[in-house]
């Protein structure tokens, strides 16, 4: 004996054409993510990015040095990529460094390389140093006012002249 029957009904046809939708756009949205990381391209809104771009792009054809300034977090790292990518330097070495992340009694070393005996626990061989290494290509010299101005001035030199000198060494 059944006293009561409880029908629910529910159309379920706007339901499946939200699934579809929503599935779509996701595919959509996936194939724009890889389209963008793969291409390299940046996504801003701004004119005043828009014209920081197009200055990234005429600097890149040249063989200068470019000093990129800016509060900490603007994105001054991703102006240094697109200038580096954007170059014919783009297939060379291109290394970053934090100026601040490296302790203060090996920043000279690190940054210029050093000779062999050229100091106590140093490398029987010597080592290049993180300049050279970019010899060719770009180096990025992230938080560089983070030096100490001693070797503000050696790095200065290095940049003016384009050659260093390795600790030690006497040429």
């Given at each position: 004996?059944?006293?009561y029957?409880?029908?629910?009904?529910?159309?379920?046809?706007?339901?499946?054409?939200?699934?579809?939708?929503?599935?779509?756009?996701?595919?959509?949205?996936?194939?724009l993510?890889?389209?963008?990381?793969?291409?390299?391209?940046?996504?801003y809104?701004?004119?005043?990015?828009?014209?920081?771009?197009?200055l990234?792009?005429?600097?890149?054809?040249?063989?200068?040095?470019?000093?990129?300034?800016?509060?900490?977090?603007?994105?001054?790292?991703?102006?240094?990529?697109?200038?580096?990518?954007?170059s014919?330097?783009?297939?060379?070495?291109?290394?970053k460094?934090?100026?601040?992340a490296?302790?203060?009694q090996?920043l000279e070393s690190e940054?210029?390389?050093?000779?062999?005996?050229?100091?106590?626990?140093?490398?029987?061989?010597?080592?290049?140093?993180i300049?050279?290494?970019?010899?060719?290509g770009?180096?990025?010299?992230?938080?560089?006012?983070?030096?100490?101005l001693?070797?503000?001035?050696?790095?200065?030199?290095?940049?003016?002249?384009?050659?260093?000198?390795?600790?030690?060494?006497?040429?």
């Amino acid at each position: 004996q059944v006293d009561y029957v409880i029908n629910y009904l529910i159309d379920t046809s706007d339901l499946v054409k939200l699934r579809n939708n929503l599935q779509e756009v996701q595919t959509q949205n996936e194939l724009l993510q890889k389209r963008l990381k793969n291409s390299g391209e940046k996504v801003y809104q701004s004119k005043v990015m828009q014209q920081v771009v197009e200055l990234a792009h005429r600097v890149a054809k040249h063989d200068i040095t470019v000093l990129i300034t800016g509060p900490s977090g603007v994105g001054k790292e991703l102006v240094a990529n697109l200038i580096q990518s954007s170059s014919d330097r783009k297939d060379a070495p291109f290394v970053k460094i934090n100026c601040a992340a490296i302790p203060e009694q090996l920043l000279e070393s690190e940054l210029f390389g050093y000779e062999p005996g050229a100091f106590t626990g140093g490398n029987s061989k010597g080592k290049i140093g993180i300049i050279e290494s970019a010899n060719g290509g770009t180096l990025l010299l992230d938080e560089i006012g983070e030096l100490p101005l001693p070797l503000q001035a050696k790095l200065l030199r290095v940049l003016q002249n384009r050659k260093l000198r390795h600790l030690g060494a006497n040429k």
